[in-house]
């Protein structure tokens, strides 16, 4: 098809309003021995927020940290933390993670029957609330749920692990939900496998807040690292 005058017209409107995303480094991929000098260099690196990986062993096959440790993380950055639940029963543990220093709270979809009562009380502890929902997950579940939500974390890997190959059926994903949200005022954030090459597809869909474990935990410079992924997402 021959390309039509249009399609430079909404080129250059792209180009000239360059795409702001946010980065979240996952705390999973980093050297868990110098955790301080981690979470040092991620934040003088320009990162926005510190994504916060909490695996149960039950909702996913994986066990992380818990209270103790967030405590801790707490005290070393004022960096928001971006706490992900992989756990069943989160309802149980919200004001919990309140009390250990959690600005942002995601839950799954998948472990949490009441999303809206979950949602509300994130909210009222003070915490941004988010909807977290699987890769074989229909957006359906989650659509009544999208106004009590302050962002939606898509992933693009099942999750449980860094590392893992990113599923590009996430963008088509992305991009529904971004139509679904209008003008509304939920932001989407994703995990799983974001690097420079997959960052720029994502971010053109409509996902603004970008996890990432080992795409900049497991490269030497996290300076240029954040910056490439700023760059790739435009
Ligand atoms: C996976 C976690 C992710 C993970 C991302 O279950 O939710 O946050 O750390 O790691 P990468 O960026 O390496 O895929
Ligand atoms: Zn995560």
Redesign the pocket.
């Known amino acids: 098809m021959t390309p039509s005058p249009y399609d430079d017209y909404a080129r250059a409107l792209m180009s000239s309003t360059p795409r702001k995303i946010q980065v979240a480094p996952?705390l999973?991929?980093a050297d868990w021995a110098h955790l301080a000098q981690e979470i040092k260099k991620v934040e003088e690196a320009g990162a926005d927020l510190l994504?916060l990986?909490i695996m149960d062993g039950h909702f996913?096959p994986n066990i992380t940290f818990g209270f103790p440790v967030i405590e801790s993380i707490r005290k070393l950055t004022k960096l928001p933390l971006d706490a992900?639940l992989?756990i069943e029963n989160a309802d149980r543990y919200v004001d919990e993670f309140r009390r250990a220093g959690c600005d942002w709270l995601s839950v799954h979809i998948e472990a949490c029957p009441h999303i809206n009562r979950t949602l509300n009380r994130i909210r009222e502890l003070g915490m941004k609330p988010g909807i977290a929902i699987n890769p074989g997950t229909s957006l359906a579940l989650l659509e009544a749920a999208l106004p009590d939500a302050d962002h939606v974390l898509i992933?693009s890997?099942n999750?449980?692990?860094?590392?893992?190959k990113f599923i590009p059926s996430a963008v088509e994903k992305v991009r529904k939900l971004k139509s679904i949200i209008g003008n509304g005022k939920t932001r989407i954030q994703i995990?799983?496998?974001?690097k420079k090459d997959t960052v720029g597809e994502v971010a053109a869909a409509g996902a603004e807040i970008m996890?990432?474990?080992?795409?900049i935990f497991g490269l030497p410079d996290y300076r240029a690292a954040i910056h490439d992924l700023r760059e790739a997402a435009k």
């Open positions: 996952s999973l991929a994504h990986d996913v992900h992989m992933m890997v999750p449980g692990f860094g590392g893992q995990d799983g496998g974001i996890v990432v474990g080992t795409g």
